[in-house]
């Protein structure tokens, strides 16, 4: 304190003076105390209020995170479905869900997170899904699978197929649940399998019911394969669990046709009807990697030669077409594989007679068509029957004494009345007989007497072309036979070898016999 009667400063208490928290001296310092005292009773009212303010961002910031969610329920076309849903979230808590415009599309108002999702409608199964909303999420599909009773097998007999090759095949399709369209088939087959199946119209596949569908496989066109590949043959009704049997098929490059060699000529323009000719064929496969199956050979006729098919046929014989060579393997880079093509014509086949085509070469592990060879065919030489008798053109004559007695007997020495093939073509079953009708007159068989040097008697077996079969024939005047000629008609006849249907050719000849007195 100041005392203003004195020239010394007193810094002692006087009265009234007080230091303390509540009461300050008067000297400057009870001022700023009410001040600080009211902050004081204003700190919890600041609390509640910013804790308030950050409740209501946090609140809405939450609420401003719900979003409006469309589910839709969709088949696998992507076709509405009528159905119903139940939205859960992870405490199993039932979110609601209310119809957007048809009971396909439900609306939802949903915060970012993970629910599970209930789906049925008449005619699907019943499906569970886990779903995830994110903040970009607007909308979101359920695929419904359709809830069959059906079953699809498949007849597929080849393990592979090649290049450009295609196959064909067969499902068989049973139904005993609700019914479907064969349209509903389809293929789920693995790459590079390309499969075109054969639907002959929408037709409704009823319970109970049963269908077959056709289909053939090939490889995808552009697939340009280098090496084999596994592939899986397999088909489903879309929409549904319904699978079939799966196949393992084995796709394989095609070697190209410059890699496949074929050489021998079919050119013969001196053949002679009923002998054979042999040509020469022979394959190479120069691919260096790929072996070569189902090697067909086959001769083609151009348009008007189809008749003359039956002129060819292969050596060891593979196929019910003689025609028609099948080979089975060709290796890659082996060597020429060779076979034979015979070529008969017939033996009734006439001079002049061509025939024209190509012999073709085709594989369904070849990439295309090779340039065939072609074939050019002539009989030069035709086929001829001719059996003719030989020795009788002239009269004969006996001799016998004018003064009565038996007349001589003139035997014929052989070669001298002979049957001669005068053809080219072996004639067999000649047979040889004396006619009794006119010009033969009565006393011929009296004067003549005929036989063949063959056991069978008048009848020979076999003559080849240039063969001779000699006939001897005593010729007599029996005592008692006052005649001085006799005539007499021997025939002689065979089927025509050359003749189809069979033709039987009948020939006569006139033999004289003079009876001269001496």
């Not at 039932?94 to 008449?122: C, D, M, Q, W």
Request: charge should be negative; proline fraction near 5%; hydrophobic fraction near 35%.
């Amino acid at each position: 304190m100041f005392d203003s009667n004195s020239n010394e400063q007193n810094f002692s208490p006087g009265a009234g003076d007080y230091y303390g928290p509540e009461n300050r001296s008067q000297g400057g310092f009870s001022g700023a105390g009410e001040g600080i005292a009211g902050i004081m009773k204003l700190i919890p009212i600041i609390i509640i209020v910013i804790i308030l303010a950050v409740g209501g961002i946090i609140a809405f910031s939450y609420f401003s995170s719900q979003k409006d969610i469309v589910i839709n329920l969709v088949d696998s076309d992507n076709n509405p479905v009528d159905g119903k849903i139940t939205l859960k979230d992870t405490d199993q808590k039932v979110i609601a869900t209310e119809p957007k415009t048809t009971s396909s599309s439900f609306n939802a108002k949903l915060f970012p997170g993970n629910y599970r999702i209930t789906a049925s409608g008449t005619g699907y199964k019943t499906t569970l899904s886990s779903i995830t909303i994110t903040n970009e999420t607007t909308s979101l599909d359920l695929n419904m699978t359709k809830d069959l009773k059906a079953a699809i097998s498949v007849d597929f007999v080849a393990t592979e197929i090649y290049e450009g090759q295609s196959i064909s095949g067969k499902l068989s399709i049973t139904n005993s649940g609700p019914e479907f369209k064969t349209t509903d088939i389809v293929s789920t087959s693995s790459s590079p399998l390309d499969i075109k199946l054969i639907y002959t119209g929408d037709e409704t596949i009823t319970n109970p019911g049963s269908f077959y569908l056709d289909f053939n496989a090939g490889i995808k066109t552009g697939s340009n394969l280098k090496e084999i590949k596994s592939a899986t043959l397999a088909f489903k009704i879309k929409g549904s669990e319904i699978t079939s049997n799966k196949i393992t098929i084995s796709a394989l490059p095609a070697v190209a046709t410059k890699d496949v060699t074929i050489s021998g000529t079919v050119n013969n323009t001196s053949l002679t009807a009923g002998t054979e000719a042999t040509f020469q064929i022979s394959i190479r496969n120069s691919n260096k990697t790929i072996p070569m199956k189902d090697i067909i050979l086959e001769v083609i006729p151009d348009e008007g030669y189809e008749d003359k098919l039956d002129w060819f046929y292969f050596s060891n014989p593979s196929h019910e077409a003689n025609y028609i060579k099948v080979i089975d393997l060709l290796q890659p880079n082996e060597q020429d594989t060779s076979t034979k093509l015979f070529v008969k014509p017939p033996i009734t086949a006439k001079k002049d007679t061509e025939f024209h085509g190509i012999l073709a070469i085709s594989s369904i592990s070849m990439n295309g068509e090779k340039t065939p060879t072609t074939i050019t065919l002539k009989v030069s030489i035709e086929k001829s029957s001719l059996i003719d008798l030989v020795g009788v053109d002239s009269p004969f004559t006996i001799n016998c004494p004018k003064a009565g007695g038996a007349c001589e007997t003139k035997s014929l020495s052989n070669q001298e009345v002979y049957l001669l093939n005068k053809g080219n073509i072996e004639v067999g079953n000649i047979k040889i007989e004396i006619l009794s009708t006119p010009p033969t007159t009565a006393n011929c068989f009296s004067f003549l007497n005929i036989s063949t040097l063959n056991s069978a008697g008048n009848l020979v077996t076999s003559l080849k072309p240039g063969e001779k079969a000699t006939i001897i024939t005593d010729i007599t005047a029996p005592a008692g036979v006052s005649d001085t000629l006799a005539r007499c008609l021997i025939q002689w006849k065979y089927v025509d070898p050359l003749s189809d249907p069979p033709n039987t050719i009948t020939q006569v000849k006139t033999v004289e016999i003079n009876k001269v007195e001496r």
